[in-house]
């Protein structure tokens, strides 16, 4: 089961992510094949698509990479989907970014944290580390 979603975030970025998830089976199958009828496919995509642009719409693009990266999503996902189709291997495989905000300075500062101020022209000081006596060596 494959979807392509495109959720935008709070602070303005659209992220399309690519979901691929596969089907198991069940406890007492016998045939090595385990596909899922079309309505059941297609209610899954439907749930993953809601969930992903609820759950994005919330938080920042700072926020959304905690989400992917630690796999919260992906368990989340995982657990609203298996009571339609058991699956195993829930991925979210790629995540490209679709639009970028407007750039500014000061949020940019802001999620980063203030620069320091450059001291240029003034002398820098180098504290001299105290010199070890040297032992000589005597025979």
Known sequence: IEAAVEARTADG????????????????????NCYAKTRLVKWVRHRVTNLIRQRLAKVNINDAVTLLTRNILRDRLTKRCNPIVPLRDLRIRKVKVIRTPRFDAQALLNAHGEIPASAEGEARVVEEAEEAPVAEATA
């Not at 659209?14 to 090595?32: E, G, M």
């Open 13 to 32: 970025y659209t992220l399309r992510l690519f979901v691929i998830a596969f089907t198991k089976k069940q406890s007492n199958q016998l045939s090595k």
